[in-house]
């Protein structure tokens, strides 16, 4: 098995193919300067262990900064230079990071003189190597340690699990380095040295398809809505698709029809179902689909397959009791070196969320899924208040905590509506107070002060009252029903 350093030893000795946001390839000799003028500025500003926060837009160099910040084991915490200032205050109160990368930051050093190649530091597998933050359900997100073990187990499985991905091969990186899956995008960069091109999707799937087809990209590593999107009878008819070799999806739940829809339209592609919450480093299991329906799906869910090596999975059910009977339900958990090593700044929400047994950690994902006889895993749904926004963890009761801070606010209940075709729809229903008459479009853009983008509700809906179950809890099964019954 190699080691993480000697992938990035590796990397820094190939060629480095990158596409700037034009889809014109960089000139190796300039990237490679680049690099060793980030390398060199994070070798004379920071120490290993120092934390590093890159509050920067999709670039070929967020990519560069990632992986001279492993080479030099600096912590890097991925954010999006879209996010409100007031998020970016509360992720430094949490991780207390030494340095805010920013885009003017960036270009200064990108301007300075050329430099040397800084020799990589030697350092532990036990060291962090990243920070990636999700939603809470308290109004603080929480911070997710990773380890350079478990990014190294990762990168690993995939130089033994794709060998048929190599350096002809051109892959679209369409998705945002604050979402992990971008590093399985990273990952292939690093243990296959693939022409890595930049999107310039945003949050629109549509510009992703015409880049799939215009670049001929052969990798496509994204979220199972967009190709619902993509390979919709209007659009599909109009792009050209043919070079697509692999399509790894992950980030939501792959529908049955999906897989129909790709099977017919994609015949040639191979298609994988990954699975992973952060805290378990990017995909802990995966399932390569076979084409055959009696083989990738039952119960019509599509499986998520076997844990990768080094990885465990159990079922428990209500009481803790580990699940072996094939079909039944139960909490899905996962452990082994992929596991995150704690949240950051957080004990009580540590120890919360990981349980011991038979002296192994797990995660509680809070999905619900069951095995089938071959002893394959399949998600059904969840058992809180949870959901997936274009990929990215969305708490609900996070949402409410951080609107009812506005002062016009009397009582909230964000819901969320799925569908086919558009993913995720967030829905909050809001009770003002009486002396205030805002309406739903000067409230969000109140909240855009302080909610990331993917976290705003799609529409907002003002109401008198909020419906309550028997316990006097707003009732958001009530508001879902009601909500579906409009539409």
Request: proline residues 5%; glycine residues 4%; hydrophobic residues 35%.
């Amino acid at each position: 098995m190699e080691t993480l350093e000697s992938y990035l030893t590796t990397f820094e000795s190939k060629p480095l193919k990158f596409y700037d946001k034009s889809y014109n390839l960089v000139p190796q000799e300039l990237v490679y300067e680049e690099y060793c003028k980030i390398k060199y500025w994070l070798s004379k500003n920071h120490r290993p262990g120092d934390r590093i926060a890159l509050w920067l837009d999709n670039t070929y160099h967020y990519t560069l900064l990632e992986i001279a910040s492993m080479n030099l084991g600096i912590t890097f915490i991925p954010m999006r230079n879209v996010w409100p200032s007031a998020r970016v205050e509360q992720i430094k109160k949490i991780t207390n990071f030494k340095t805010l990368m920013d885009q003017k930051s960036l270009e200064e050093v990108l301007k300075s003189p050329k430099r040397l190649l800084v020799p990589s530091q030697k350092l532990s597998e036990e060291d962090p190597l990243y920070i990636m933050f999700t939603s809470g359900s308290t109004g603080e997100p929480k911070g997710v340690e990773i380890l350079r073990k478990s990014y190294q187990n990762f990168l690993n499985w995939i130089d033994l699990s794709f060998d048929q991905i190599g350096p002809d091969d051109k892959l679209l990186n369409s998705t945002h380095f604050t979402f992990d899956v971008s590093l399985m995008e990273v990952g292939l960069l690093l243990t296959k040295n693939i022409h890595f091109y930049t999107s310039n999707m945003g949050n629109n799937p549509l510009i992703m398809a015409d880049e799939l087809s215009k670049l001929s990209i052969t990798i496509s590593v994204t979220i199972p809505n967009a190709y619902n999107l993509i390979l919709s009878e209007r659009i599909f008819s109009e792009l050209h698709l043919e070079n697509l070799k692999h399509i790894l999806l992950a980030g939501s739940r792959f529908p049955t029809p999906l897989w129909e829809k790709i099977k017919r339209l994609l015949p040639k592609a191979t298609i994988y179902n990954c699975y992973g919450p952060t805290e378990a480093t990017i995909y802990c299991l995966y399932k390569m689909m076979t084409g055959n329906k009696e083989n990738d799906i039952s119960k019509e869910v599509v499986s998520i397959g076997d844990p990768l090596p080094n990885t465990l999975a159990v079922l428990i059910d209500e009481k803790g009791k580990e699940i072996t009977e094939p079909y039944k339900k139960g909490e899905l958990l996962i452990g082994g070196t992929q596991l995150m090593s704690r949240y950051i700044n957080s004990k009580e929400l540590t120890k919360s969320a990981l349980i011991n047994i038979k002296g192994e950690n797990y995660y509680k994902t809070g999905d619900l899924g069951f095995q089938n006889e071959s002893k394959e895993f399949f998600v059904v749904g969840r058992n809180d208040d949870t959901v997936k926004v274009s990929g990215q963890r969305v708490n609900l009761s996070d949402i409410d905590s951080y609107i009812l801070k506005l002062g016009p606010v009397k009582e909230c209940a964000s819901i969320a509506i799925s569908h086919e075709s558009k993913g995720t729809e967030l829905i909050c229903y809001l009770v003002l107070n009486d002396s205030e008459a805002l309406t739903p479009i000067k409230l969000k853009k109140q909240m855009k002060s302080f909610l990331l983008p993917f976290q705003i509700p799609q529409k907002i809906i003002l109401t008198e009252t909020l419906p309550l179950n028997n316990s006097g809890k707003i009732d958001k099964r009530k508001l879902v029903e009601n909500y579906q019954a409009s539409l």
